[in-house]
């Protein structure tokens, strides 16, 4: 049964710093793996998305790096801002179309 | 291009009503997920539908709960007789195909009184 860690479960920084969210999953065998974002009270939006031959993915600021032989993803976000403020949670998904299992998350907060 | 819809927002019932819960994927998306957010938990997959087919709901708790994806309109999750643990935020999500990642909605969030 695939497992999904994500650590630190929160995370407070000032603004500007850049930092890595780390995300493990006990299953290396995964399809593809996903990063979402989830604000208070909203739904989720997606991030990135990294199919499994692929080793990392960028947008803007944002950078997902996957390991499939390690079960390790991680997300860097690069000089952060207060907006980025939210919860980040890392999602598997074993085969094409399948559900996905995601972590617990990160509680992230960019202070001013 | 309306992204995944779900009605209501917010819904509140009192124990042992039923519950239902709509969920219009993105224009062109035939895959259909349905996920829970228990306070203060993760999300747990429920259920997978397909137009007119139940294609994985191994998620879904055996009494109580179903799901339907009809040929025409919204998919519907459905809770019979809820109760105050059936609280959470209920999400949908829909694909095009797994390739491409999911799209989710804003959620619908039960309230059982």
């Known amino acids: 049964k695939q497992e999904v860690t994500q650590i630190p479960a929160a995370l407070s920084v000032p603004e500007g710093e850049n930092l890595v969210l780390n995300c493990s999953f006990t299953?290396?065998?995964?399809?593809?793996l996903q990063w979402f974002r989830q604000d208070p009270g909203k739904g989720l939006t997606s991030l990135l998305l990294i199919q499994s031959s692929q080793r990392e993915q960028t947008s803007g600021r944002l950078n997902a790096s996957l390991d499939k032989s390690s079960g390790r993803s991680t997300l860097y976000i690069a000089a952060s801002q207060p907006g980025d403020s939210a919860t980040y949670l890392c999602a598997v998904m074993k085969t094409s179309g399948s559900r996905l299992t995601f972590g617990e998350g990160t509680q992230l907060t960019v202070n001013p | 291009n309306a992204g995944v819809m779900q009605n209501p927002r917010h819904l509140v019932r009192r124990r042992g009503q039923e519950a239902r819960l709509r969920c219009s994927p993105m224009k062109g998306h035939s895959h259909v997920y349905w996920y829970r957010q228990l306070p203060e938990e993760g999300l747990k997959f429920m259920v997978y539908l397909q137009k007119e087919n139940i294609i994985d709901e191994s998620g879904m708790p055996k009494e109580r709960f179903s799901a339907e994806f009809p040929k025409e309109g919204p998919s519907i999750l459905r809770i019979q007789q809820v109760v105050r643990g059936d609280s959470a935020a209920y999400f949908c999500a829909s694909s095009l195909q797994g390739d491409y990642g999911y799209t989710f909605g804003s959620g619908t969030r039960l309230t059982v009184v």
């Open positions: 299953d290396s065998a995964i399809y593809n």
